[in-house]
């Protein structure tokens, strides 16, 4: 699996041990920042950057990670193409994944301990996608409006 990795400074620990970890296991993580600790960074950079990677290669997956998550989740979701998750358990993570087909995972590193943060982001990674109509028909009314939205009018 590939997976995509993006985040401010708040999230540059879990990041490190993250990159490890999955790497040991065999994926191959792609690091979009950032890459040193500096306090003042901003997220959207980074995770915005993660998203993109993402929405361009379908079957990856990405992470965004910051203080709550919450900020990061929302700059990932700019992307077309990306349905990004705010994950804070190891069960919601699962239903992204499940129901939602999300395809990057939100998470506030200040918010869980590294181990339970570990365990939140392979429970995404290695959950699939249901497949089940009913959650594929959410997921088409979804990527339809924005289609719509993104399209040029003249």
Avoid at 26 to 48: S, W
Avoid at 58 to 71: C, H, I, K, R
Avoid at 122 to 148: C, K, L, V, W
Wanted: aromatic content about 6%; proline content about 2%; overall charge negative.
């Amino acid at each position: 699996m590939r997976i995509h990795i993006g985040t401010d400074h708040a999230g540059f620990e879990l990041k490190g041990v993250l990159v490890s970890h999955w790497r040991e296991a065999g994926h191959e993580v792609i690091d979009h920042g950032c890459y040193a600790y500096d306090r003042l960074d901003d997220y959207p950079e980074f995770c915005i950057a993660c998203a993109e990677a993402v929405a361009a290669e379908p079957g990856s997956l990405g992470v965004v990670l910051g203080g709550s998550g919450n900020g990061e989740q929302m700059a990932a979701n700019l992307v077309s193409g990306v349905r990004a998750a705010l994950v804070w358990s190891e069960e919601t993570a699962r239903l992204a994944r499940c129901h939602n087909d999300a395809n990057v995972a939100g998470l506030g590193a200040r918010m869980h301990t590294i181990e339970e943060a570990v365990g939140i982001l392979d429970a995404f990674i290695t959950e699939p996608f249901s497949g089940d109509q009913r959650h594929q028909n959410r997921i088409d009314q979804m990527a339809a409006y924005e289609a719509g939205r993104t399209q040029r009018r003249d």
